[in-house]
């Protein structure tokens, strides 16, 4: 969750790190700072706020002459968000400078050992321990000292570490939470995700667990823990510098809304060849699809609500148990792994801690693990048997919208490659379908030019306090993620329920004036949701139905009802998610909420 750069090369460093670390904000953060060595002393300067607090303090960089720096956005575990609790931190002497994402699990035992050889602690966060170590154990050779010191502390960690008597290089490692390394003729970079370094360079290296990396200004080199050189490939980014920026629109959320049709066909339309499924990163030879017996899904947040819908698709095209768990609960029960079980992964960053940990749980019991993420070369990219990315591009507003839609389409292709080898379908069903998923592109975007109604309800309901959503089956589901998307960045208390236990208490709730928005969009179902909608609205509620174009019955029993573009009834999840995203996005604006950045949470959840 915390954001790292750091930059060493010819040109000021101050400036480069403030730049890099405002591409990293939608990480989340509480505080920020920078240190940069200035030719005599490594000056620091860090702040409880936002990167413009630190640009005031720093006059945009300039105060501070010097090419070699590191910067940290921090988004507080241990100690509470302060100016002493922000990073970088460092040693008494101020000749070692540290920034750090992650926790080191064992700091009160290190911090106490500390303390008893004489060191004072300035703050209350884990990080500090790692500076004193580096202090403790330092014999003039930085990378040594950092090996040595990795054999100490327990934990995840990317770090990036400088000093006053190595001012030439940076050094950095990563174990369990992510960092990349920037690679140009300028100078060269370490970061925590792609954006903060893409204007500068589009080669990168991805580390590894344990890989510690020294950069100079004229070379990068990369060492195991044995600090044995080893070779790395350089990766080249294509996407473009302009995919991480706003393109117009006032809001990340809003532009990356309006993106998701080219997600949903950059997702799709790879993987369809001759009007067959065809997924060539998936090793799985037909005869271990047809003996599967359990799929399980593993996920946090909107990813789990996509694995939600995944369960019903996949089963009702494949036939195949699917269960649905919530990856911080099923790393810590005792699951029945057996064999012919697959365990499908998701994750938008692939770094998810509890997605990352369930996945290592499940590879301990030799189950085959299939991960469904956005960023290349993640660490559950890497670990996966398989990986099914969903080139969505750059998420950079912390609530999803093109990276759940673009999960929900990575597991319809699933579902209906496994239902053809399982010889689930007919072949007209099977070519309807694919007809279906090749058109839902384009109904996205017909869906977004009607935007205007969503705003003009919500801008109705800016004072509202309470929010039920109701569903079936697929349509409980997508009632889950609407409910998360509105509370995430509007702050209204909402909730969602399996329409058929409205009678089993939360029906009490509901009172004159109570904004129920129900979703509809399965045919077999139509007669039971509009039961419960007519149960609410006799106890004073206000319903809006989302339900598709050709059910117009519902104007009867709704007070509002907004149309979906008719599609196979497996897919509607994904047509019923964008006026939902619509709606939170227009509550949230009409409050004057920071849409991008909601309070207290974080785009990439790197600990537990």
């Known amino acids: 969750m915390c954001g790292i750069v750091g930059y060493i090369g010819r040109a000021q460093a101050a400036p480069i790190l403030l730049e890099g670390l405002s591409k990293l904000e939608y990480r989340g953060y509480d505080s920020a700072g920078i240190s940069v060595y200035d030719g005599e002393k490594i000056e ?10 630190l640009r005031k303090l720093t006059n945009d960089g300039r105060n501070l002459p010097g090419t070699v720096g590191i ?10 968000p302060s100016d002493i609790n922000s990073h970088p931190h460092v040693n008494a002497e101020e000749t070692i400078a540290v920034v750090h994402n992650g926790i080191i699990e064992n700091y009160l035992e290190l911090k106490q050992r500390l303390i008893k050889k004489g060191y004072v602690f300035k703050s209350e966060t884990d990080t500090e321990v790692v500076a004193l170590l580096l202090d403790y154990y330092f014999d003039g050779d930085l990378l040594k000292t950092l090996a040595k010191v990795m054999t100490r502390i327990e934990g995840s960690y990317a770090l990036g570490i400088m000093n006053k008597d190595n001012p030439d290089e940076i050094i ?44 100079t200004r004229d070379g990068v080199t990369v ?68 003996d599967l017996r359990k799929i399980f899904i593993i996920a946090c947040g909107s990813a789990y609500h996509a694995g939600v819908t ?3 698709v996949i089963e009702e095209m494949a036939r195949i148990p699917v269960e649905v768990d919530l990856a911080s609960e099923f790393r810590y029960r005792n699951p029945i792994l057996d064999e012919d079980t697959l365990a499908i992964i998701i994750s938008q960053s692939g770094e998810t801690a509890d997605t990352l940990a369930a996945m290592r749980e499940v590879k301990r019991h ?50 209906l490659h496994f239902g053809k080898i399982r010889e689930k379908f007919c072949p007209e069903d099977y070519h309807e ?16 030019e009607n935007k205007e109604k969503i705003q003009y309800l919500a801008n109705k309901y800016i004072g509202l306090k309470d929010v039920f959503f109701l569903g079936r089956g697929i349509d409980y589901a997508s009632a889950l993620e609407s409910s998360l998307k509105l509370k995430e960045i509007s702050y209204v208390h909402s909730e969602a329920y399996a329409a058929g236990e409205l009678k089993h208490g939360t029906i009490s709730l509901i009172e004159k004036g109570t904004l129920v928005i129900a979703l509809a969009t399965q045919e077999h179902l139509y007669g039971k949701i509009i039961s419960n909608i007519v149960e609410v609205r006799t106890r004073g509620a206000f319903v809006l139905a989302v339900t598709n174009e050709d059910y117009r019955e519902i104007e009867n029993n709704a007070d509002y009802v907004f149309y979906i573009p008719k599609t196979n009834k ?39």
């Open 310 to 312: 995944g369960k019903y």
């Open 570 to 608: 497996n897919f509607t999840g994904l047509m019923a998610s964008i006026p939902m995203q619509l709606f939170a996005y227009y509550v949230a604006v009409a409050k004057g909420c920071d849409v991008d950045q909601p309070r207290n949470l974080a785009k990439s959840v790197t600990v537990e």
């Open 44 to 53: 620091t300067v860090k702040t409880k706020g936002k990167i413009k607090d």
């Open 433 to 448: 379908m694919i007809q279906e998923l090749k058109a839902l592109p384009d109904k996205l975007e017909i869906l977004l």
């Open 71 to 80: 910067g940290h956005t921090r988004w507080a575990t241990h100690g509470e």
């Open 223 to 290: 060492y195991n823990q044995d600090l044995e050189v080893i070779e790395k490939e350089v990766t080249e980014i294509q996407w473009d510098v302009s995919a991480a920026e706003k393109g117009g629109y006032e809001h990340f959320m809003m532009k990356e809304i309006h993106e998701q049709p080219k997600a949903i066909r950059d997702t799709i339309y790879p993987r369809l060849k001759d009007d067959e499924v065809f997924i060539h990163e998936l090793r799985m030879t037909d005869e271990e699809i047809k």
């Open 172 to 215: 950095a490692v990563k174990k369990d939470s992510p960092l990349i390394v920037g690679l140009s003729e300028e100078g060269n970079y370490i970061a925590s995700d792609i954006p903060a370094v893409l204007k500068h360079t589009r080669k990168i290296y991805i580390l590894e667990d344990g890989e510690i990396v020294k950069l």
């Open 366 to 415: 030799g189950v085959r693990t299939l991960a469904i993420v956005n960023v290349v070369g993640s660490s559950i990219a890497r670990e996966a048997d398989d990986v099914l990315y969903t080139w969505a591009g750059p998420e950079i507003a912390v609530a999803t919208t093109k990276g759940y839609t673009s999960q929900l389409a990575a597991l319809y292709l699933l579902a």
